[in-house]
């Protein structure tokens, strides 16, 4: 197993907790988990790999995988913003696959 699918398992747990499934395509996960390590060895923190992060924990609290925002927009559009995480209507097809706009706040980017 290599990092990545391990990384993968853990995060589909912890987001399975969070009411979130992670979504079934490996070309749409595989980039996303691996921008979420760089983010980690970059960072400190494996923020999204979508937004761009300050680099310190009081900033990019907001954006850590899974970010605060994945359960609305998974709720509100059936995909977090990146579309990792999906509902099962999203992947059965019965809720349309759309570009989620950004939740986070215009100020949290402001200063990069």
Known sequence: ???IDTYQEVLKKHAASRGLTMNPDETTVQ????????NG???GLRT???????GTVEADR????PCVYA???VE????????LFVSEG???????RRRVPERRPPEKTLGL
Do not use: F, K, Q
């Open 71 to 73: 359960e609305a927009d």
């Open 48 to 54: 999204c790999p979508c937004r761009p992060a300050v």
């Open 90 to 96: 999203w992947v059965d097809g019965t809720v349309p």
């Open 31 to 38: 980039p996303l988990l691996e921008g979420l390590l760089a």
């Open 76 to 83: 509100e559009y059936g995909a977090c913003y990146c579309w």
């Open 62 to 65: 907001d954006i850590v995988c």
């Open 1 to 3: 197993m290599t990092s």
């Open 41 to 43: 060895m970059r960072h």
